[in-house]
């Protein structure tokens, strides 16, 4: 197993539920672990044309389970395109063989794949083959243009304070709340590198399953099939968070983080990052989203501290939105203070008395304000247009 390709620790695969094997296809030789579960296969099937060596053959099944899709492997090419597909793996031996039946082909993407000894290249640029990817080294690549390609593409959300105690972290729980019970899949996430909070509100400290420190040594591509079922659920959403007063390992946020939130945009509707307060302008759970909720308050001298905020920025995040939290200062509304910061107003929460003992006493989920949910469920529409899934 080369460590391009991302899979889980040996001691968290043990912990992860069993998956049933594929229908059909194909999963790696002897000894590699098993094949994708049924219920993740995309619509598009990728055909293997069997390789004259095995070793190749398993790397092209390592590479199809950590991309979460089906792998069928055919005798040769006339075989391969008989079967219902929406990509070729062709191996450099077959090409040998069968490169001149190429031709026929209309509409259907190629790739060669082999070792560096095999020479792709070039019998790819011989037979005019789309793509080529060396194995092993290519595997992480070939593993993450498979899911992008295959697999579906869920929403990325941050919610970021624009102050310490704004609110984001609770904002983000009930949002999550909200999105699941609208029937969503949906994952909460603790991108906030001090972490410790979102598990104390929702009162989910003793929940089985991974936290990021877990997922620490990670590479490459992780498959959603391994990672959804392997967290916490509380509320009829999952959750990832840093243990409270645990620091996250270093380079979570460059290595693991975007390995992490491709495979959540495979396994769910809608990830929801809680960005912590004030997050700098090239942070990379930020560069991850495909919107942003900034939580501002309604007193001027904030005010003044997240419009500093909002101008580090740049504009390096186009897609932001104001949530206007309560209570409101004299003289200003919602609509106000959005546009003091020049942002698009994406709803206003009301102040509830009873958040705040909620939220301490990791009660969160239990409280019940029907102003408070019509707020959320809101927001939620307002950042529809922006996501590249459907809320």
Partial sequence: MTDTMLWLPERQRRSLPPHPPPERGVGPGPGVGAGVAADTRSAETLVLVRPAEQRL??????????????????????????????MLLLAADSLVSDGRSLAALRNVETICIGFESDHPWAHAARFGVDRVVVLPEGGAWLAEYLARRNGPRGSVVGVAGTFGGSGGSTLGCLLAQEAASQGFSVLLADADPSGGGLEHRLGAGGAPGL???????????????QLVPALPAIGGFSLLTHPAGEPPPPGMDHEVLPAVLQAARAGFELTLLDLGACPPARAPALEQCDAVLAVLAGRAQLLLAARSWWASLGGS???????????????????????????????????????????????????????????????????????????
């Fill in 57 to 86: 053959q398993d790397e092209a099944a390592r590479v199809a389970v950590a991309a979460g899709v089906e792998l069928i492997l055919a005798e040769d090419l006339p075989a391969a395109l008989r079967q219902p597909h929406g």
């Fill in 211 to 225: 936290r990021w420190k877990d997922l620490a040594e990670v590479r490459g591509t992780l498959n959603p099939a």
């Fill in 317 to 391: 995040v186009p897609n932001t939105f104001a949530v206007v939290r309560g209570p409101l200062g004299e003289g200003l509304d919602e609509v106000r203070v959005s546009e003091v910061l020049g942002m698009r107003l994406a709803g206003y929460v009301p102040w509830v008395r009873a958040l705040s003992s909620a939220a301490d006493t990791g009660r969160l989920l239990e409280l019940r304000r029907h102003r408070l949910r019509s707020a959320v469920a809101r927001i939620l529409r307002e950042i529809e247009p922006a996501l590249p899934g459907t809320l």
